[in-house]
């Protein structure tokens, strides 16, 4: 018995051909779900409008991290010029 065999026994693992067969039979099942369901026209306008209202969302989201990605830059460019600024007045100071 191979080492890999034993793993499998000891483990309780379960054979990587059975789970590929086992994903393949499960993702038919699913499309033919799918198709079944996409087959009334209702069906398909409530799908589309799912995927639109994801779409929207995921739009608006992505538009808020921007705007919060670019404050965050702004607050952090203020801060590096304040940092300049007290930099500049110690070393005026220092060497006056």
Same mark, same amino acid.
């Given at each position: 018995?191979?080492? =890999?065999?034993?793993? &499998?026994?000891? *483990?309780?693992? #379960?054979?990587?051909?059975? !789970?590929?067969?086992?994903?393949? @039979? @499960?993702?038919?099942? #699913?499309?033919? !779900?799918? !198709?079944?369901?996409? *087959?009334? %026209?209702?069906?398909?306008?409530?799908?589309?409008?799912?995927? $639109? &209202?994801?779409?929207? =969302?995921?739009?608006? &989201?992505?538009?808020?991290? =921007?705007?919060?990605? %670019?404050? *965050?830059?702004?607050? !952090?460019?203020?801060?590096?010029?304040?940092?300049?600024?007290?930099?500049?007045?110690?070393?005026?100071?220092? $060497?006056?």
């Amino acid at each position: 018995m191979s080492n =890999q065999k034993k793993l &499998d026994k000891n *483990k309780g693992g #379960i054979n990587p051909v059975v !789970a590929a067969v086992t994903g393949a @039979v @499960v993702g038919a099942g #699913i499309a033919v !779900a799918g !198709a079944v369901a996409l *087959k009334d %026209e209702k069906n398909r306008n409530k799908v589309k409008k799912a995927f $639109s &209202d994801v779409k929207d =969302q995921a739009a608006g &989201d992505i538009e808020d991290i =921007q705007n919060k990605a %670019e404050d *965050k830059k702004d607050e !952090a460019e203020k801060k590096l010029d304040e940092g300049k600024e007290a930099l500049k007045k110690k070393s005026t100071k220092t $060497s006056a």
